[in-house]
């Protein structure tokens, strides 16, 4: 599968942007490259596009280990409010994301518990990606509240931060039908899957490009037999990666459930693989605080449990096909 045009334009200049300045704030990302409201409706000041324009984004932000809140604010986010099909909510809520000026965050049920009740929800969410504007979908329904607490985690991987968020009876805005929060989930399983082929893919850019430096008994390493076959490996690896994690961007939305089941438990495997072997290819280098390789390494443990691990995905397709 290959990019359209108009999304290898924007592949290059979410990759140049995040290049140039890689500091930059969230709001300058969001603001100066217009990504934030790519699956924005443009009635609400967004593109109007759909889950392939954001695939691309989040492969990016995946290669560069971007701590952006793309996935939890421009994907899960969106998504949920889109579902939901509030038009009040949606007009609160959609101009800010996709201006930049707002993040955002989403409870999905099995990541939380809450309850609600009399319009107010009681509850927590003992790991949930940071954001501003907290949406929960509690009992068949999607709520806007502000938690009671919010305690910060210290993380595995510092590029993916977590918190704990505590509602004692807190009042909620409704914000939509919470009857959709699977595809929401699909959407994030999606975003995901492409920000794990984006790192999957960095790995093996500095595997091969490392294996062409480094020189034992006067030659490079990656003239070995046994170094061209683990690139080799991971070269399929990495592409049939992206192939799932395309196709479950591309999916029509009565096929985006497998598709993106299958992306989910391929690219989260094909990921902790191609971070293991940057890190072996290596060698002692590899395991040093001073190069990136391990920084990748933890990205792919944590995003690993970030929807459910690979058995959960599975678990789903089994169900699917009647197993």
């Given at each position: 599968?290959?990019?359209?045009?108009?999304?290898?334009?924007?592949?290059?200049?979410?990759?140049?942007?995040?290049?140039?300045?890689?500091?930059?704030?969230?709001?300058?990302?969001?603001?100066?490259?217009?990504?934030?409201?790519?699956?924005?409706?443009?009635?609400?000041?967004?593109?109007?596009?759909?889950?392939?324009?954001?695939?691309?984004?989040?492969?990016?932000?995946?290669?560069?280990?971007?701590?952006?809140?793309?996935?939890?604010?421009?994907?899960?986010?969106?998504?949920?409010?889109?579902?939901?099909?509030?038009?009040?909510?949606?007009?609160?809520?959609?101009?800010?994301?996709?201006?930049?000026?707002?993040?955002?965050?989403?409870?999905?049920?099995?990541?939380?518990?809450?309850?609600?009740?009399?319009?107010?929800?009681?509850?927590?969410?003992?790991?949930?990606?940071?954001?501003?504007?907290?949406?929960?979908?509690?009992?068949?329904?999607?709520?806007?509240?502000?938690?009671?607490?919010?305690?910060?985690?210290?993380?595995?991987?510092?590029?993916?931060?977590?918190?704990?968020?505590?509602?004692?009876?807190?009042?909620?805005?409704?914000?939509?039908?919470?009857?959709?929060?699977?595809?929401?989930?699909?959407?994030?399983?999606?975003?995901?899957?492409?920000?794990?082929?984006?790192?999957?893919?960095?790995?093996?850019?500095?595997?091969?490009a490392h294996a062409g430096r480094r020189h034992q008994f006067g030659r490079p390493i990656g003239s070995f037999q046994a170094v061209k076959h683990k690139l080799a490996d991971l070269l399929l690896l990495v592409e049939?990666?992206?192939?799932?994690?395309?196709?479950?961007?591309?999916?029509?939305?009565?096929?985006?459930?497998?598709?993106?089941?299958?992306?989910?438990?391929?690219?989260?495997?094909?990921?902790?693989?191609?971070?293991?072997?940057?890190?072996?290819?290596?060698?002692?280098?590899?395991?040093?605080?001073?190069?990136?390789?391990?920084?990748?390494?933890?990205?792919?443990?944590?995003?690993?449990?970030?929807?459910?691990?690979?058995?959960?995905?599975?678990?789903?397709?089994?169900?699917?096909?009647?197993?």
């Amino acid at each position: 599968m290959t990019l359209t045009e108009e999304q290898a334009d924007l592949r290059d200049a979410v990759r140049a942007f995040l290049s140039a300045r890689p500091d930059a704030s969230w709001r300058r990302f969001a603001a100066e490259l217009g990504v934030a409201g790519l699956a924005v409706p443009e009635e609400y000041g967004g593109a109007g596009c759909g889950p392939a324009e954001t695939a691309v984004v989040c492969e990016e932000l995946g290669g560069a280990l971007s701590p952006h809140p793309y996935l939890a604010t421009a994907v899960l986010a969106v998504g949920a409010l889109v579902a939901g099909g509030d038009r009040t909510a949606m007009a609160r809520l959609l101009p800010g994301i996709a201006d930049g000026s707002r993040t955002a965050t989403v409870l999905l049920p099995g990541d939380a518990d809450l309850t609600l009740s009399g319009g107010r929800l009681t509850g927590t969410a003992p790991y949930a990606p940071d954001g501003e504007v907290v949406l929960a979908f509690a009992g068949g329904e999607l709520v806007e509240a502000v938690p009671s607490s919010r305690t910060p985690h210290t993380t595995l991987d510092p590029t993916r931060p977590l918190t704990a968020l505590s509602f004692d009876a807190v009042p909620v805005v409704p914000a939509g039908d919470g009857s959709g929060w699977e595809r929401v989930r699909d959407l994030g399983v999606t975003g995901l899957a492409a920000e794990q082929v984006g790192g999957a893919a960095r790995c093996l850019e500095s595997a091969v490009a490392h294996a062409g430096r480094r020189h034992q008994f006067g030659r490079p390493i990656g003239s070995f037999q046994a170094v061209k076959h683990k690139l080799a490996d991971l070269l399929l690896l990495v592409e049939s990666a992206r192939s799932a994690a395309l196709a479950a961007a591309r999916a029509p939305a009565g096929e985006l459930p497998v598709a993106a089941a299958v992306a989910g438990s391929y690219c989260t495997e094909a990921y902790l693989a191609a971070a293991g072997e940057n890190i072996q290819i290596h060698g002692g280098t590899g395991i040093t605080w001073e190069h990136p390789a391990h920084r990748y390494f933890k990205r792919a443990t944590s995003d690993a449990q970030l929807f459910g691990p690979p058995q959960a995905h599975r678990a789903r397709l089994a169900a699917a096909a009647g197993l």
